[in-house]
């Protein structure tokens, strides 16, 4: 198991000694801390509508080191968490389904044509410097054409090395500890090879027995008290690799920028917990691996130009021997290929009005050890026209998106999709309506997904006869965003929209057994309706003493509005798994070197199949999380030792049916800055 260990020792001892002796400045976290984020809300200011950021210290105050973590804390995003260090976590952006969420990284899509989900957990917070979440799209118009394409977009940024003074490179060493055997140290080393021109390496190792104890109760029927179970939660461990490296240049009016990812794990999936008994655990191993690089040129004042271009090649190997948890025998192998290229041409005639063209081409394979399987082949042709009016107080962005999908299978025995050729237009718009911080905004998207690879074939679940999913998003809202001067309230921004969403056709997928293996069906018609608000404040109490506090709350109803075959017992009922509330809070306090940190999550009440019945509810769950920092220096060094208690209260939960949640767990940190 520890087969990763020589590796990671022998990257620490090649660090060269020489930076050790390196001075670095000494900085306020405090004063840090409201400089970023003032700096960030400004920037997120900048689009026709604002995103939800979280970005610098705001990052590292979280009781997170994954992607999937973070995300959390922003408003309207469900996460389907299936408990422990090795549990897959996706994220669902407004009861939109996690397929219609587009991840990017740098700027290129994280794709996945087989399932259509992105596992958020493969991706630490140790190299990013900032996370954003966009409604509808990136209000942006000098964009590939895949970031027209989704509903929702996470936007992943990966730091940009800062060198101060004479350094010429910056080393930060991670380690951590904790419950469930927990052992993640990591590495991040920065080079400057030149004024123009840097080098970034990056990687972890994460490995624990994934156990915990557990306490699960079910309701009768009729909403009493049914059975409960205790135990401990077994065949969660996990044992995985991440390496980064990234170099990248500035050049005359442009950039360039290349980068490789490579990620290497075993897991156990833990079975369902049910009356009696616990379904073992399955395993599954995962390698992925991308190469991306993007070019941007301004020729002009008024033309400017970007490249990007992926290959990415993913393995899944997935074996189940437990005949009581599943029907059968499972040991399956899945290989998935990915080519993208992607161009973008924006021109601006005036300094008030831009125009964009973006052109993208992705072709996608998947092959499999299965006897009776697909062999899909997908091309993929986007193209994507924009423009933007900005007259100061009024802002206009516009955008039609074409979409051109041809497919092609290697088993006859499945009936092929019928090729797709759609058009989806995009409207954005925003108002300052006076000399103020306050502005509204809205929106309207229609979009097209084609079905996944694993929603048409995937063996004995699939359906080569599901029909394609279409979208009509509305919007409206407002954003306020004031600094002031004087007084203990530094920064105050303010976020709030309402939203309708129609989806015709939508593909629901839910775990049956093992959460490997989903069951697949159109629902038909799905209206969801909901509002999203999100507050943040910076407050300086005294000279040293700083409140940081962020606030989000979403509601959503998204209800199954087919009739169809006399089936109306579902009908107006919340689709499974959506929460009508659910809110989160961050407080930070930081009065010198030392910081203190609580977070809180709440999910409202939910049913986790169509029908909403006493016997499908699933009750409200809510944790707290604390952890405490403290900064100091021993020469030259500068040290970050930190300890988090997560599910303070040691609430018993499940976010899925019978996938029971840790109960109060512990980290201790520690982070040596060079």
């Known amino acids: 198991m520890r087969k990763y260990l020589p590796f990671f020792t022998v990257f620490l001892i090649s660090v060269p000694a020489s930076v050790f002796s390196q001075k670095r400045e000494k900085d306020s976290i405090g004063t840090r801390m409201i400089q970023d984020i003032i700096i960030n809300r400004k920037r997120q200011e900048t689009g026709v509508i604002s995103s939800q950021k979280l970005s610098g210290t705001e990052l590292e105050k979280l009781n997170s080191t994954s992607v999937a973590d973070a995300v959390r804390y922003f408003s309207g995003v469900q996460i389907k968490d299936y408990g422990g260090i090795g549990g897959m976590k996706t994220v669902n952006i407004r009861a939109m389904g996690t397929q219609h969420v587009g991840v990017f990284y740098d700027g290129i899509p994280i794709g996945n044509a087989q399932n259509g989900t992105v596992d958020l957990g493969r991706f630490s917070l140790d190299n990013l410097e900032a996370i954003s979440l966009y409604n509808g799209q990136k209000s942006e118009i000098f964009q590939s054409a895949r970031d027209f394409g989704s509903s929702g977009s996470i936007y992943l940024q990966s730091r940009t090395p800062i060198f101060t003074g004479t350094k010429k490179n910056n080393i930060n060493i991670n380690y951590r500890s904790g419950s469930f055997g927990v052992i993640n140290p990591s590495v991040l080393f920065e080079q400057k090879i030149s004024n123009a021109v840097s080098l970034s390496l990056n990687t972890e190792y994460l490995t624990g027995n994934g156990e915990y104890k557990y306490r699960q109760k079910v309701a009768l029927p009729d909403g009493s008290p049914g059975w409960e179970s205790y135990g401990t939660r077994k065949g969660g461990d996990i044992e995985a690799l991440r390496a980064e490296a990234g170099i990248s240049g500035k050049i005359t009016n442009g950039s360039w920028k290349l980068k490789t990812y490579y990620y290497d794990s075993e897991r156990g999936i833990p079975g369902a917990v049910v009356k009696n008994r616990n379904i073992e655990s399955s395993r599954q191993w995962d390698k992925n691996f991308f190469v991306q690089g993007s070019f941007q040129k301004e020729i002009s004042p008024k033309y400017q130009f970007l490249v990007n ?366």
């Open 309 to 674: 271009a992926k290959f990415a090649d993913d393995y899944i190997h997935y074996f189940n021997d437990n005949p009581e948890g599943t029907p059968i025998f499972i040991d399956n192998t899945y290989k998935q290929q990915e080519v993208y290229v992607s161009t973008a041409h924006q021109y601006s005639p005036y300094k008030f009005w831009k125009i964009s063209l973006s052109a993208d081409y992705q072709y996608n394979t998947l092959d499999a050890n299965l006897r009776q399987f697909a062999y899909p082949q997908r091309n993929t042709e986007l193209i994507a026209l924009a423009t933007q009016l900005d007259l100061k107080k009024f802002k206009l962005q516009g955008s039609i998106l074409g979409t051109f999908v041809q497919e092609k299978i290697e088993n006859t025995t499945f009936s092929v999709p019928q090729n797709r050729s759609e058009f989806t237009p995009t409207v954005f718009a925003s108002y300052q309506p006076f000399q103020s911080d306050f502005k509204i905004h809205g929106f309207y998207k229609r979009i097209f997904r084609m079905p996944t690879f694993n929603d048409l074939y995937y063996t004995e679940l699939g359906s080569s006869q599901l029909r394609p999913e279409f979208t009509n998003q509305y919007d409206l809202g407002f954003t306020f965003n004031k600094d002031f001067g004087s007084g203990i309230l530094k920064n105050i921004n303010l976020i709030a929209d309402a939203y309708y969403n129609k989806v015709h056709d939508k593909i629901i997928a839910y775990p049956k057994g093992q959460q490997f293996r989903w069951t697949m069906e159109n629902l038909g018609e799905v209206e969801i309706k909901g509002a999203d608000v999100s507050a943040q404040a910076i407050w300086l109490i005294a000279e040293n003493l700083l409140l940081s506090s962020r606030f989000t709350y979403t509601y959503t109803q998204a209800l199954n509005i087919t009739q169809a075959n006399g089936i109306t017992s579902y009908y107006r009922n919340q689709i499974p798994y959506i929460a009508k509330n659910s809110g989160s809070m961050l407080l930070g306090l930081t009065y010198k070197e030392w910081q203190l940190n609580y977070s809180f999550i709440y999910v409202g009440e939910r049913y986790n199949m169509s029908e909403n019945i006493p016997k499908n509810y699933e009750q409200p769950w809510y944790t707290s999380d604390i952890s405490g920092t403290r900064e100091f220096n021993l020469k030259t060094w500068k040290f970050r030792l930190g300890l988090e208690v997560n599910n303070l209260l040691n609430q018993h939960y499940s976010v899925i049916q019978n996938y029971p949640m840790p109960g109060r767990n512990y980290r201790v940190s520690l982070r040596i800055m060079l």
